[in-house]
C-alpha cells in the first residue's frame, strides 16, 4: 500500500524524469529522483517494444490531434485578433491611399474607443475639414474661373471698341517698342501710308519703312530721327515739318506728335499720331487767302487793302495814288439776268485791274460793285495815264447785252503829314461825282445795248419790233393822238419785247411749239422789260405799256 500511494504521488509530482531505455527488445522506464517517507526509491518498469510503439503511435496521434486543434484554435484566434486589431488599421491605411490620391469623401469606421478608434476619428475629421476646405476651394475657383471669364470679355469688348475708336479717327495712329517695331497701326494710317494690311509693319522697323529720308532724298539715320530720340529720352516731341514715306516709295507732308508710353512704370515704347499735312497746309493756306481775299474775282479784300494802306504811307512810297472804281449796272445786271452774270461783270472787271496794274501795286474789292488800288510810287502823270487806259480797254467791253463800265476817281498823296485815308476818301468822292454825272449815259446806254444784243442775236425779232412800231405808229394817227402821245406809243411798241433778251437762243429761234417750261420763261418776258425800263431815267414812261402788252385788252 505504501507503494501504490507512493506511486500516487510520484505520478502527481512534479520532479520525476522519465527516460526510456531499450534493452533486450524491451523498453525500460527509469524513474528517479523520487522521496517518500525519507526514502529514495528507484523504480524500474519493462515494457515490450511493441506495446510501447503502440502507445507511442497513440499518444503521437493525440499528440498532433491536439496540435492541430491547437493551430485551429490559435489561427482562429488570430484571425479574431488580427480582424479587431489590425482590421481598423487595414482600414485606415486604405482611406489613407485614398486620401492622398485625392478622394476626399472616404470615411473610415470607429470601431472601438481605443487608440484605433481615436486615430480613426481624428483621420475622418481631417477629411471632413479638408474636404469642405477642398469644396470651398472649387467653388471659389469656380467663381474666380467665371469671373476671369468675364472680364476676358470685357478686355476683348475693350480692346474691341479701342480698336474700333482708333479705326475711326482721321489721325493716323501707330505704336512702336523699345527697338523701334511697329506694334500697331489704325486704318487711316493704313490708308494714308498707303499699305493694305496690318502685316506689312507689324514687328518691322517702323523708321526704316516710313521715315527713312527727308523730303529731298536724303538719308534720315535713325539716331537723328526727332521720333527715336524722343523715346530715348523719354518724352514728347510734335514736327509739322517733315515726310512719311507711303508704300509706293513717294513721300508726304505729315504733322506728327511723338509721346513715350509706360506699363507699370516702365517705360515700354512710343506712340506716333500724324496728318497728311499736305492737305491741311493747303487748307491752311486757303483760310489764311481766303482772310485777305475776295473768293469771287481773287484779288485782296478790304482788310487787306486797310493792312497794306498803312503799311505803305512811308516817305519811302510817296508818291502814293489811290484809285477808286464802281462798275455801272451790276444791280440792273442782277435784276434782270440773276447773279450770276452780275458774279461775272464783277470777274470780269477785276481781269481787267489785274492786266494794267502792276505786280506791287494791291488791287482790292472792297465789297459789292467797288474797287480800290493802291500804288506806291506812281505821281499824277502815270495815274492819270492808267485811268486813260482803263477807260480805252473799256471801251466796247461787253458781257452778253451789257456793256461793261466803271466811274472812276483817283488822288495821289505827294507830302507825309496828310493822312493816307483823307487820300482814300478824295478819290471815292470824285468816282462818285464821276457816277452821278454819267448816270445818264450808262443807263441810255444800257437800252440801247440790249435791243442791240437781242436784235444781233435773233434778226427776226427787230424786223417784229419795227413792224409793231409802224403799225402803232398809223394806229395813233388814226385815233387822232397827238404827237407826243404817238411818239410814246410807237417807242413802247418798238421795246414792247426788250425782256426777251433773258431767254435762250433755243427758245427764242424755236419754230415749233414750246415745252412748258420754255413757254413758262417765254410769258416772263414782259415783267423783265418792265424793269429794264424802269432802271433808265429816259424811258421809265414806257415801262407800264411794255409790262402790259400781253394784257390782251379787248
Known sequence: PDLTKAWEDF????????????????????????????????????????LYAAAVRENMGVALLIVLVTLLAALGVYRYLSGRILGPVNELVEAAGDFSAGDFSRRVMVHRQDEFGVLAGAFNRMARTTDQLVFRLEERVRERTLELEEANRQLDRSREELRTLLDSTAEGIYGMDLEGRCTLINASGLTMLGFEQEEDLLGKNIHQLIHHSHQDGTPMPQEKCPICISLKDSRGVHREDEVFWKADGTPFEVEYYSYPQYQDGQLIGAVVTFLDNSQRRSQQEHIRWLSYHDALTGLYNRLYFQEQMEALDRPENLPLGILF?????????????????????????????????????????MGGDEFAVILPGMGQLQLERLVADLRSR???????????SMSLGFEVKTTPWIPVERILENAEDRMYREKTIRRRDVTGNLVDTIVDTLHRRVPEEKLHAEAVRDLCRRMGKALGMTDPEIRRLSDAAYLHDIGKVVLEDPVLGKSGALTDGEWTDMQQHPLVGYRILTQTQDSPDLAEPVLSHHENWD
Open 325 to 365: 472804281a464802281d462798275v455801272n449796272g451790276l444791280k440792273l445786271t442782277n435784276d434782270i439776268f440773276g447773279h450770276r452774270a452780275g458774279d461775272e461783270l464783277l470777274k470780269k472787271a477785276a481781269g481787267i485791274f489785274r492786266e494794267l496794274c502792276r505786280p506791287e501795286d494791291v488791287v482790292a474789292r
Open 11 to 50: 505520478l502527481e509530482s512534479g520532479h520525476t524524469r522519465m527516460s526510456p531505455e531499450e534493452t533486450d527488445g524491451k523498453y525500460y522506464i527509469r524513474l528517479s529522483g523520487f522521496t517518500h517517507a525519507g526514502l529514495d526509491w528507484v523504480v524500474i518498469s519493462a515494457v515490450p517494444a511493441s
Open 394 to 404: 473799256l471801251q466796247g467791253e461787253t458781257l452778253g447785252a451789257i456793256r461793261v
